[in-house]
């Protein structure tokens, strides 16, 4: 498997499908996921342009770094490791697209090198929740946020390929869709990858580094130059995190902005909706 250059010790592990006439899309997974959460949109894309997929810091087979610090593994250094691969590839500007984690990330390297991105398809997290973030019933989905600062949720799930797997269940489960049954083989490998010793650790690093959702809402403020990227934003309709009306600050964000709901779907865009997800990459991409 291919890795990048280093940055900052990380060398992303990343899948690259060669197509089209130059044009290239940059697919950025979630927790508690890694780059096969595009296995259904890959082959939507194949031949029509160019498409990358790699594991993030902390995820997959990219891993952690020895001695990393938490902070290491979040957006910004996240969005370090892959514009650095989109250079190294020669990629140019590229639609980068994203969801959960994946969409932060983008949303970063958006803002660090507007150069390197031609446009953004992104999924909730987005900015804007704001104090919303602590109603009782944003509190009761985001329980797990401040339990992964616990020492306790290492010492219950890593190194545990069963634990690892009862844990992801539950979240694969009820953050998606009514019509969508999590893939029991999928599960099963999420396990074995999630259960490695350190890798649970690693994944939730991204947390403990200040990255989730609870601590980016209460310390956001709108910029002073949004995001002049072109981006599409599909908000679904059954996710338990992020309620559409949330939505109704992303013009203080982005400059150039289209929001779509996705009804039917829950969290996990990118396997609940490929052909959505696809169509609106794909957009994005005619559109340059």
């Not at 969005?79 to 990629?91: I, T």
């Not at 959960?100 to 990330?105: E, H, L, M, T, Y």
């Not at 981006?231 to 013009?251: A, C, G, I, N």
């Amino acid at each position: 498997m291919p890795r990048s250059d280093a940055v900052d010790g990380f060398r992303l592990a990343y899948d690259d499908h060669p197509g089209g006439d130059g044009a290239a899309v940059v697919l950025l997974h979630g927790w508690p996921g890694d780059r096969h959460d595009y296995r259904a949109v890959v082959p939507l894309l194949t031949g029509r342009c160019r498409v990358v997929v790699p594991d993030l810091r902390g995820f997959g087979e990219t891993g952690t770094v020895a001695g990393a610090p938490p902070a290491a593994h979040g957006a910004d250094g996240q969005a370090r490791s892959v514009l650095a691969l989109v250079e190294a590839l020669g990629l140019g500007p590229v639609v980068l697209a994203g969801y959960d984690v994946g969409s932060r990330v983008a949303q970063a390297a958006a803002q660090i090198r507007p150069d390197l991105v031609r446009a953004l398809v992104l999924s909730p997290p987005l900015p804007g929740a704001g104090e919303r973030v602590l109603t009782p019933a944003a509190q009761r989905e985001f329980w797990y946020q401040s339990f992964h600062q616990l020492p306790l949720a290492e010492h219950l799930v890593d190194g545990s390929p069963d634990a690892a797997r009862a844990y992801l269940d539950h979240f694969w489960s009820h953050w998606s869709g009514p019509g969508y049954v999590p893939e029991p083989a999928e599960l099963d490998r999420l396990a074995q990858v999630y259960g490695r010793p350190g890798a649970f650790t690693a994944s939730i690093n991204w947390y403990r580094g200040g990255a989730g959702t609870v601590a980016k809402s209460l310390e956001e403020r709108p910029p002073a130059d949004p995001i002049t990227a072109p981006t599409t934003v599909l908000w679904q309709q059954h996710d338990p995190l992020f309620p559409r009306e949330w939505s109704d600050r992303l013009p203080e964000w982005f400059a150039d902005v289209d929001v779509r709901p996705v009804d039917g779907v829950g969290h996990f865009i990118p396997v609940e909706a490929p052909a959505t997800v696809a169509g609106a990459i794909l957009e994005r991409l005619g559109s340059g």
